[in-house]
């Protein structure tokens, strides 16, 4: 997703945060039983070319991916104004426990938190077919008009504050 927005975006940069060493699914249950904050690797950052940063990242039961956390964490008295990008199923409460979460997490509120479903991204939204569904590229190809929404989002917030 962040890639695709990054397109619609002139000028702008993406940054892969990479969780340190061979994760396997139960080391991922192991973060969330125990709130870890597993290490992660990713290239320096020059804030000072920044005034605005857009994060892109799972959500793993109501809590930002504990990767990006870990991220968030070690960047926190870096970070400029942001925003919240996720793509979930949309629990319900769940926004605004992310936005709690990245206050305490960042020590300022995001500009706004944004989830995208993952269901309007698929053709066939029965559950079943939404149980085992993996976004492929095709996908969100088929439905550039809602990273476009998100897009114009980000410049009517962009507006707001200048």
Known sequence: ???????????????????????KEFSIFLDLLFNRNPAVVYPP????????????????????????????????????????????????????????????????????????LQSSFLENKNIESMKNSGLEQKNFDAHIDLLHDVVLRLERESTKKD
Request: charged residues 25%; proline residues 5%.
């Open 45 to 116: 950052v020059d804030w000072e070319n920044y005034s605005r940063v857009i994060i892109c990242s799972p959500v793993w039961n109501y809590m930002v991916a504990h990767p990006m956390r870990s991220f968030l964490r070690a960047e926190k008295n870096n970070f400029p104004e942001y925003v919240f990008i996720t793509l979930c199923s949309g629990r319900e409460e769940q926004q605004h426990k992310l936005e709690n979460q990245l206050m305490d997490v960042l020590g300022k509120k995001p500009l706004f938190v944004h989830q995208m």
């Open 1 to 23: 997703m962040a890639h695709n927005l990054s397109k619609l975006m002139p000028d702008s940069d993406t940054l892969e945060i990479k969780a340190k060493g061979n994760r």
